[in-house]
């Protein structure tokens, strides 16, 4: 009787041991199921907020300088974040997100209104292409403009660029004329002023020549300008097949300018 007994405690606690063992098995598959759809949940609202970065220049009229802010978040997004460890990642880490890539159409006649004078300097292609391995635009333009802002300030800019037909002159003005265009410079230029010592033919034709050296830098900034005032649109967006992230878009102007 007393074995009897001890054998009906000892199945007893045997079964209560399996029942512990099986309540913590599936509690643990249920922690386990929870922490993957949490980690699942979090990882489709990580690629939404991606994403959502990107959605908004997916229409049918995107300005320049909006394209222009998304080229170098692109750029900036391949250089910090994506294809760690193959040079275009600050980081240097292991491979992480698939590159973007931006394809930028420009057609013909809405290249030929960047320039005033007809002489591309700033933007010559119709086509350009931001990735992993091509960056036609950063190396061409925006590097330049960059080093241009940099040089005679933004503000400076603009407003040499809004002055430009007072300030470059065609054809052959007389001394007055080259010093209101050389006044019309110093007035809307900050950093950078040219020195008139006198009103002399040879002291204002030596400071109309200086006033030509900049005549590059501020017709490629007006490109530049050109450039934000002119209309585009997407044309197609690609995602990545295994992650859902945006990994293309393609734009083509349209020829508004405003």
């Not at 009787?1 to 029942?19: C, D, P, Q, R, S």
Request: with cysteine.
């Amino acid at each position: 009787m007393e074995n009897a007994t001890k054998a009906l405690l000892m199945a007893g606690g045997v079964l209560i041991a399996i029942l512990i063992l099986g309540a913590l098995i599936l509690m643990f598959n249920n922690l386990s199921s929870y922490q993957n759809t949490t980690q699942q949940g979090q990882a489709e609202a990580q690629i939404v907020e991606f994403n959502n970065q990107f959605v908004t220049y997916d229409n049918e009229n995107v300005r320049g300088s909006d394209l222009y802010s998304l080229l170098n978040k692109v750029i900036d997004y391949n250089r910090r974040e994506s294809t760690e460890g193959t040079g275009w990642s600050d980081s240097g880490q292991e491979v992480r997100f698939v590159p973007m890539k931006i394809i930028m159409k420009i057609q013909s006649n809405d290249l030929s209104q960047f320039s005033p004078d007809g002489e591309q300097r700033l933007i010559k292609l119709n086509s350009y292409t931001i990735d992993a391995n091509s960056n036609t635009f950063e190396n061409s333009v925006k590097n330049t403009i960059d080093k241009l802002e940099k040089e005679y300030g933004s503000d400076s800019l603009t407003s040499l660029t809004t002055a430009l037909t007072k300030i470059f002159l065609e054809g052959n003005p007389s001394t007055q004329e080259k010093i209101e265009a050389i006044n019309n410079f110093n007035s809307a230029s900050k950093k950078i002023k040219i020195k008139l010592k006198s009103n002399s033919d040879s002291d204002v034709n030596t400071a109309w020549s200086t006033l030509q050296d900049y005549k590059y830098d501020i017709y490629s900034y007006y490109e530049y300008v050109q450039f934000k005032r002119l209309h585009f649109k997407c044309t197609g967006t690609n995602y990545d097949k295994q992650t859902g992230r945006i990994i293309e878009m393609d734009f083509e102007s349209i020829g508004t300018f405003n």
